[in-house]
């Protein structure tokens, strides 16, 4: 029995193949699927050395890392003589004082937050939340860090729902904190 010869078509060529025996015929198709598997896996994706990424060419040599450690250890010290915690003034501190820098960040953070989103029930509870945490703070913890402030005030402000609201707990407690830093620059 005769048989014909198997064409395969792929993009980058024509290949014949003649089998001869039965085996012959699986080799030969199993080589040549393999043949059009690996030719259009080649068309589908770029090949592996065209994707580039930014290495640096300059080697890194001992003496250059011990020198970038040492550098490091030089940039954190001045780094660390630049930090300054941010803590509000001492007179903040008492308790006359305290009421009346609580009433001005309500005030001031329910006119930011209408004026920054849009005017809305929510912008009410948040700035007399943030005014009361604020004001707790500062009188019964006489807590003069703003980082602990800040911490304390997202902590109440989740109380809250802002369900219908553009902003959270933590977007209004940074905005809080903002708007007194920003005050003790003033004075």
Not at 37 to 53: E, Q
Not at 96 to 112: F, I, M
Not at 161 to 171: N, V
Request: net charge negative; charged share 25%; hydrophobic share 35%.
């Amino acid at each position: 029995m005769a048989s014909s010869p198997l064409v395969f078509t792929c993009s980058a060529s024509v290949t014949t193949l003649r089998p001869s025996s039965k085996i012959g015929t699986l080799i030969n198709r199993a080589t040549a699927l393999n043949s059009l598997v690996s030719t259009s896996s080649r068309t589908l994706y770029p090949p592996r050395h065209s994707l580039r990424f930014p290495f640096s060419r300059r080697p890194l040599y001992i003496s250059n890392y011990h020198q970038s450690l040492n550098n490091d250890e030089e940039d954190e010290d001045d780094q660390q003589d630049l930090v300054q915690d941010l803590r509000v003034p001492n007179h903040w501190l008492i308790p006359s004082n305290a009421l009346q820098e609580s009433e001005w960040l309500r005030v001031t953070l329910h006119k930011w937050l209408d004026d920054e989103y849009c005017v809305e029930d929510t912008n009410i509870e948040i700035s007399e939340v943030a005014a009361r945490s604020y004001y707790e703070s500062l009188v019964v913890r006489k807590e003069a860090d703003l980082g602990k402030i800040l911490l304390k005030m997202a902590r109440d402000l989740e109380s809250i729902s802002y369900q219908e609201s553009f902003h959270g707990a933590f977007s209004s407690a940074n905005a809080a904190v903002q708007l007194i830093s920003q005050r003790m620059e003033q004075q």
